[in-house]
């Protein structure tokens, strides 16, 4: 049966795990506690070298890197799909994705770190807004980027925007990403998936030791 390590409070490893889930392949969850340095130990070295979750292994294959498993569990496991055959369709998707990575999940490390007050606080709301703008142009009429189904895209982007909503961002300022927010969370595996406040607040306190011990460039990709 299919490996997963990932540690539940860890956003790169909810997408993965979310992905699991909705594509109800079966799977071996073995926890890593980042917190108590799990991933530095000899054992997951040999798995990971770069120390950080999530990974799989499936069939003897290692697969290291979010985005990366998600491909190969979408292209192994052709049930419950999460990429439209549409090619505008894709796009869409496949944007969503790569803004909500590249752009949006790097600003959550300014939302925890930064005092209320602070200009480098403003400076990344300001450029959430812009990325939720553009996500809602995406989303058009539609309840998911890829149309009436889930996608990778509402996947990616869906835990970073409900991520950076409960560190603080008003989404109810554009509505049809509010309401995008509300269906993702209406589904069950999204409900058992996303961190309560209690988690939320372990999750902040690792965040800032891990910024303390590490700098706030070298844990975005960790975490």
Not at 20 to 26: A, C, N, Q, R, V
Not at 201 to 208: D, R, S
Request: glycine residues 4%; proline residues 5%.
């Amino acid at each position: 049966m299919l490996q997963f390590y990932y540690n539940p409070l860890s956003p790169l490893s909810r997408r993965v795990w979310i992905a699991l889930l909705e594509k109800e392949i079966p799977f071996t969850p073995i926890t890593v506690n980042l917190k108590e340095g799990e991933q530095f130990k000899r054992e997951l070295l040999a798995i990971n070298p770069f120390h950080h979750v999530p990974v799989i292994i499936d069939d003897g294959l290692r697969v290291l890197e979010s985005l990366a498993i998600l491909d190969y569990l979408e292209c192994k496991y052709t049930q419950n799909s999460l990429l439209p055959k549409d090619p505008s369709q894709l796009a869409k998707v496949r944007m969503a994705q790569m803004v909500a990575n590249n752009e949006l999940s790097a600003l959550v490390i300014p939302l925890i770190s930064e005092t209320q007050d602070s200009p480098n606080l403003k400076k990344a709301k300001r450029k959430i807004t812009r990325i939720l703008s553009f996500l809602a142009e995406l989303l058009a009429s539609n309840a998911y980027f890829g149309g009436d189904s889930l996608s990778i895209g509402d996947i990616v982007a869906g835990n970073a925007v409900i991520l950076v909503g409960k560190l603080g961002c008003d989404l109810s300022q554009i509505e049809q990403i509010e309401q995008w927010r509300d269906r993702l969370m209406q589904r069950q595996v999204w409900q058992q998936t996303q961190p309560n406040d209690r988690q939320l607040a372990i999750f902040k306190q690792t965040v800032q030791e891990l910024i303390q011990l590490q700098g706030k460039n070298q844990i975005i990709s960790k975490i």
